[in-house]
């Protein structure tokens, strides 16, 4: 009876901490169908249209969609951004993956000279904020004329050292038995790395391109440093682009950029423990 008692106490806590973890989105999704009327008379005290405190609605009072129509139909800078952040990340992960997958194995399976220092070195850059990398990334941009250019962006994230270090793990584990086997059988290290790594790391692959896209999606500082132009924006920097007058398009165009990043995560959630499990295994 006690275990049993124990047991509901503990499922009552684990949802109610679900609840307030799923509060924001939820959040979001009620503010999306509200009106400015009564997003104001809400959040007035916060957007300084009233005074006294901000309250909320789990529900909104008169639900609507008008939001979502002004945006998707009345707001063409929208999808501007939307596709901009689009080619942006498409390229980053293209980037990434012809550049960290090989590394990645190079530093897993092959004898380099200093291999063990450089991958030392490739986590050391990984720890490295991009605060403490702009100065010097601006300057190099700038003398190859990329500032106020895409490729301004895409180019650093593209040599990140964050997707090495997940998939580093995944090859460190294939077996060297089966790689002495494909060795006998006349393989030559291309074939090995085409044949056996990849199929056999492609987990590490999918959790690291899940947290890329993550966090090419998201990025914000390095879009404000390196462009000018807002037309070269992307979807991340929709929102601090919106006054506190419209807080419905806020709401709703935070819905939308939340969407392709929740979609990546739930298909790739299982590689994704996978990676994060085997990240901290330490050799």
Same mark, same amino acid.
């Given at each position: ?72 139909? &009345? ?27 090989? #590394? ?80 006998? &059988? ?28 993550? &966090? #090419? ?23 601090? &682009? ?42």
């Amino acid at each position: 009876m006690k275990k049993k008692i124990r047991k509901n106490i503990f499922l009552i806590f684990l949802s109610l901490l679900a609840f307030f973890i799923c509060f924001p989105v939820i959040f979001l999704l009620v503010g999306s169908l509200m009106g400015s009327d009564e997003l104001g008379h809400y959040l007035g005290a916060v957007l300084g249209t009233s005074e006294g405190y901000a309250s909320w609605a789990l529900l909104p009072t008169w639900p609507t969609l008008k939001a979502y129509v002004e945006l998707l139909l &009345d707001s063409p800078e929208f999808f501007v951004m939307f596709w901009n952040s689009i080619r942006m990340t498409g390229l980053i992960l293209i980037g990434q993956l012809l550049c960290g997958v090989p #590394a990645a194995w190079g530093f897993a399976q092959l004898k380099i000279p200093f291999g063990k220092l450089l991958f030392n070195l490739y986590i050391i850059l990984m720890l490295m904020p991009f605060q403490v990398t702009m100065l010097s990334n601006y300057l190099t941009l700038n003398a190859l004329h990329l500032v106020n250019t895409q490729w301004a962006v895409i180019l650093p994230a593209a040599f990140s050292t964050f997707p090495v270090f997940i998939m580093y793990h995944f090859f460190r584990s294939i077996p060297k038995e089966i790689m002495e086997s494909a060795q006998l &059988d006349g393989a030559n290290k291309f074939q090995i790395f085409l044949h056996i790594g990849l199929p056999l790391g492609s987990s590490g692959i999918v959790s690291a391109l899940v947290l890329s896209f993550l &966090d #090419a999606w998201n990025l914000i500082e390095q879009p404000m440093t390196f462009l000018k132009d807002k037309s070269l924006w992307p979807l991340s920097l929709y929102l601090p &682009d919106i006054s506190m007058e419209n807080a419905g398009l806020a709401f709703v165009a935070s819905v939308i950029t939340l969407i392709p990043s929740l979609l990546v995560f739930l298909a790739g959630q299982n590689y994704l423990e996978q990676g994060i499990a085997a990240s901290a295994v330490k050799e």
